[in-house]
């Protein structure tokens, strides 16, 4: 099947989200319509609650809407069966979670080697020298031997974007990949993250920071569920002109 929109790496059309709790129905999500680009950065900007990383986790595939579509590159991910959506996670997403989801009881380096080696297949003798690289790249060359909890919450928020970058993913979903983080580590990542949308690559920034409305493409704007606005930046500030 075929998405409408042939230039979008992603089309959501009118999904909804409902939780049932006990008695109560909670909708996270209330027929949301968007689009996500390839080569560029969409920031999802709303206030705690308003249905973000619910968001993200139907468009990972890691949760499943009540309602709606969603296509990625005009394959509805809904029609998957359980082996199709596990590859399409494994081929497609890289997952910032917001709270980190680190393996407790693996190193920093092996928190990382464990998705090279197991999902990307990439031979044994190959994974260290990778992921030492990818945690240089976070600025944590020197705790690659460290467990998460010797790591404060920023240094663990950087083991998980490095490991997200680890399967150089089509798709980057990141859900407060700065709140841990201080200003200029923060602005380092997002650097770091941003410049992961090209080569038709889609980064996804999930945020309560107005600020960073700033560096994105496209910002769509979330309230209560609901897409309350979208707005396109031609120009995206430079991160090193960014303040927060
Ligand atoms: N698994 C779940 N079960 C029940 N309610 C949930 C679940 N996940 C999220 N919610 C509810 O859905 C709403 C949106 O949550 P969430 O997507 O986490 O918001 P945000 O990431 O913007 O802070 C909240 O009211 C939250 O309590
Ligand atoms: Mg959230």
Redesign the pocket.
């Known amino acids: 099947m075929k998405a409408k929109k042939k230039d979008s790496i992603i089309v959501i059309e009118k999904m909804s989200k409902s939780?049932q709790?006990g008695d109560v129905t909670?909708h996270?999500l209330k027929d949301v319509t968007l689009t996500i680009e390839p080569n560029q950065v969409t920031v999802i900007l709303?206030p705690?609650?308003?249905?973000?990383?619910?968001?993200l986790n139907q468009i990972g595939g890691i949760d499943s809407p009540t309602n709606g579509k969603i296509y990625v590159n005009g394959t509805q991910i809904q029609s998957m069966n359980q082996g199709q959506l596990t590859k399409y996670r494994q081929d497609n997403i890289g997952f910032v979670f917001?709270f980190f989801n680190l393996i407790p009881n693996l190193t920093a380096s092996e928190n990382i080697e464990f998705v090279l080696e197991y999902v990307m297949n990439m031979p044994s003798k190959e994974v260290h020298s990778r992921s030492q690289e990818l945690l240089d790249q976070v600025g944590l060359g020197d705790r690659g031997g460290h467990f998460p909890f010797q790591m404060s919450g920023g240094e663990q928020q950087r083991v998980s974007i490095a490991r997200a970058l680890s399967k150089n993913p089509n798709i980057l979903l990141a859900d407060e990949p700065t709140g841990e983080l201080d200003y200029h580590t923060g602005k380092k990542i997002l650097k770091l993250l941003t410049s992961f949308a090209r080569e038709g690559r889609a980064v996804l920034i999930?945020t309560h920071n107005k600020e960073l409305a700033k560096i994105a493409h496209k910002v769509l704007y979330?309230r209560d569920g609901k897409i309350a606005n979208v707005e396109k930046n031609a120009k995206p500030m430079d991160i090193e002109n960014l303040e927060w």
Do not use: N
């Open positions: 939780y709790m909670v996270a709303g705690s609650g308003c249905g973000k990383t619910t968001l917001q999930v979330l």
